[in-house]
């Protein structure tokens, strides 16, 4: 069974940094895609950044130029490193994963395994 488990969430003020972590129960290497949601309360899951078997990385448009997709095939860990933090930052961050063949997405309904979630709050 797959399991995605995040960590590295807090608070911070608007500014700051975060490095998000996510660990893997089985090797990230049969993941063709895993990518990093957030959802603020009373919104939908949003996409923030994807990243395929091959590297390929993408960005929600909201996050291009601050936030950093990376994963370590060493570890079976996901990263997310966050700098320039906002308010608008502030949501619930999860993990997902996906085996299926194709490219990397960031639309939820693509992804099968999903972390609990760790929070991240920014403030002004």
């Known amino acids: 069974q797959v399991q995605l488990v995040e960590s590295g969430g807090g608070s911070v003020q608007a500014g700051g940094s975060l490095l998000l972590s996510c660990a893997t129960s089985?090797?990230?290497?049969?993941?063709?895609?895993m990518g990093w949601f957030r959802q603020a309360p009373g919104k939908k899951r949003e996409g923030v950044a994807a990243?395929?078997?091959?590297?390929?990385?993408l960005y929600g448009d909201s996050v291009q130029g601050r936030f950093t997709i990376s994963r370590d095939n060493t570890k079976n860990t996901l990263h997310l490193q966050m700098n320039g933090l906002m308010p608008e930052d502030t949501a619930m961050y999860y993990c997902?994963?996906?085996?299926?063949?194709?490219?990397?997405?960031?639309?939820?309904?693509?992804?099968?395994?999903w972390g609990r979630g760790t929070q991240v709050t920014v403030s002004s």
């Open positions: 990243i395929s078997s091959h590297g390929r990385t």
């Open positions: 089985t090797d990230v290497n049969s993941f063709t895609s």
């Open positions: 997902a994963a996906d085996s299926a063949p194709g490219v990397s997405s960031l639309v939820a309904s693509w992804y099968e395994y």
